[in-house]
């Protein structure tokens, strides 16, 4: 009996969780987020108060980790569909558990320093490309094309589960002990991640090979084509993208202004994301819903108008410090609904549209404009902060992050609730 066949026999009913490969991924996935969470509360932790990093050394870490699919991006998309998606998978967890692994041991040799942290966040960012273009590519192999949406969802909603729970916990921990020997956890996550990933057979999942007749960039700008030229897509991109760059001067300054200028505990700061979390806990159980109900699309465009209005009380909390911890503790509420009930209403959409030849390139191509933002608000934030102040770095993410917001009502899409059938791809 096919993997089709079983889900076909009781399609609304079937939990993806029973399709054993599924399942391995999500659980891989679990170990993969919780080690993502750690690391992301260690390194700002480590570098601003272990090696006490100025903000624009901040603003370079943050970029680094961030410049993965600015700087192999597009190859990798078109290496990927000719590859299989397994083993890239593989091998990205074992450079992920190598470049952590290795914090720990030179803090333990008293030889850590800043430029070290530098290599381990690009490592690291290259290694996300594989994974990610991977992982989104073989969703399709392991799932029925009608069925990713929901296989999304349930990740989306395992990892806000444990966005949850991981910072304050990293909070509290990182007062008994030097935030580098996190990453000890952070290795042995990714370590099970790939035992679990080893164990999981994609139907279909074959090397593809180079077609003699086409050209490695022919085949770049083939999936950059279908990218630009489908208009969900296209809208999806340049709202994304936009709305990362302020998203990126706020990520790389907040901790930066929490930590150094305002001065809270680390339990605090991890406290604070996990507030984040939990409100995107609450929107991942809300959103699929409110998909189902309104329209993939309508919500799609409720939650990215939300965010602008989010970001707000960062900078706010600037200007009313006395009132800073309550303030960012509302913008970490409101930005995590906004995000993850925008990812919890798209998810799916790019399967359903993209052919499955091309999936690996546009998947690249769309990360690599969209995430390769990120950085870019990044180090505009850390050059912003450098010549004026942290404050006036966030008013600047918040400002960039209303644009989207206008190029979705100016959009000609904001008419339709839910996908347009002709749009849709079969097969």
Not at 57 to 67: G, H
Not at 70 to 79: D, F, M, N, R, Y
Not at 308 to 331: N, T
Request: charged share 15%.
């Amino acid at each position: 009996m096919t993997l089709s066949s079983v889900i076909d026999a009781d399609d609304d009913a079937t939990e993806v969780l029973k399709v054993p490969d599924f399942r391995r991924l999500w659980a891989a996935n679990g170990f993969r987020y919780a080690a993502s969470e750690v690391a992301g509360f260690a390194l700002p932790v480590t570098a601003l108060l272990l090696l006490h990093a100025r903000p624009l050394v901040m603003s370079l870490i943050f970029v680094c980790s961030r410049a993965g699919f600015l700087t192999v991006g597009l190859p990798a998309g078109v290496w990927i569909d000719r590859w299989r998606k397994k083993p890239v998978m593989v091998w990205a967890d074992v450079a992920y558990a190598v470049a952590f692994g290795s914090i720990p041991v030179a803090y333990f040799l008293d030889v850590l320093t800043v430029a070290q942290l530098i290599v381990v966040a690009l490592v690291v960012s290259m290694a996300g490309v594989f994974f990610e273009v991977a992982h989104s590519s073989v969703l399709p192999y392991v799932l029925p094309r009608r069925r990713v949406a929901d296989g999304n969802a349930r990740l989306q909603t395992s990892q806000t589960t444990i966005q949850a729970i991981s910072p304050s916990v990293a909070g509290v921990v990182a007062q008994s002990i030097a935030a580098p020997v996190l990453y000890c956890f952070v290795g042995l996550c990714h370590l099970m991640s790939l035992l679990l990933v080893r164990r999981i057979h994609p139907s279909g999942d074959v090397a593809r090979g180079r077609a003699p007749e086409r050209k490695f960039r022919r085949e770049i700008a083939d999936g950059m084509g279908v990218l630009f030229k489908q208009p969900l897509l296209r809208l999806l991109l340049n709202q994304a993208a936009m709305n990362n760059i302020g998203a990126g001067i706020i990520l790389a300054m907040l901790p930066v202004f929490l930590l150094k200028e305002i001065g809270i505990s680390t339990w605090m700061f991890g406290l604070l994301s996990t507030l984040g979390a939990l409100a995107g806990f609450a929107a991942s159980l809300l959103a699929p819903r409110l998909r189902r109900r309104f329209g993939e699309i309508r919500m799609t465009l409720i939650f990215s108008a939300l965010a602008p209005f989010a970001v707000v009380a960062a900078p706010l909390a600037g200007v009313f410090r006395g009132a800073a911890v309550p303030l960012m503790a509302l913008a970490e509420v409101l930005i995590g609904v906004a995000i993850v009930g925008r990812s919890v209403s798209t998810a799916g959409l790019r399967a359903r549209v993209t052919p499955n030849e091309y999936m690996g390139r546009v998947t690249a191509a769309y990360s690599v404009v969209v995430q390769g933002a990120t950085p870019l608000g990044a180090l505009a934030g850390g050059l912003i902060a450098n010549h004026w102040s942290t404050g006036t770095a966030l008013w600047a993410g918040a400002v960039a992050m209303g644009v989207p917001l206008v190029l979705l009502l100016l959009s000609p899409i904001r008419r339709h609730s839910r996908l347009p059938e002709e749009w849709e791809v079969r097969g």
